[in-house]
């Protein structure tokens, strides 16, 4: 079992005005992107690199495996094995945009990369 809550968010500079965390996050609205705008040219950076509690995804993983060893006779034996990789098939989400400017700022629409469904294989060893 693999489980992380969420990185900080980083952000560049930007003008905050606002608390930018918002109660129940959705992958269309991860934060409270009115809170941000776009620092003027030549303007210092004023705001935190990351705001507590507000995270980026994290991530649930559960791999399982189901092994039977059977003799079949006294110098060989079978073994047979089911292994499932992300057996509850959850869904895990990429980092949203954090840039002020794409039209997708605050967005999260893509999976993690290397996150993928539910997947099994099925083993059958023989030993002699």
Excluded: H
């Excluded at 996050?25 to 210092?44: C, D, E, K, V």
């Excluded at 967005?107 to 023989?126: D, I, K, M």
Aim: positive net charge; aromatic residues 14%.
């Amino acid at each position: 079992m693999t489980w992380r809550s969420g990185f900080f968010i980083r952000f560049g500079g930007l003008a905050v005005n606002g608390d930018p965390i918002v109660e129940n996050p959705t992958p269309g609205r991860w934060f409270n992107t009115q809170a941000f705008s776009r620092l003027p040219n030549f303007t210092p950076r004023s705001n935190p690199w990351q705001y507590e509690g507000l995270t980026n995804p994290g991530l649930f993983n559960l791999d399982m495996s189901i092994v039977k060893r059977v003799p079949v006779t006294e110098k060989y034996r079978m073994e047979m094995r089911m292994d499932v990789f992300n057996a509850a098939n959850n869904m895990t989400w990429a980092n949203p945009n954090t840039n002020v400017n794409s039209s997708l700022f605050g967005v999260t629409n893509n999976t993690l990369g290397s996150s993928f469904g539910r997947r099994a294989q099925l083993g059958l060893r023989v030993e002699f």
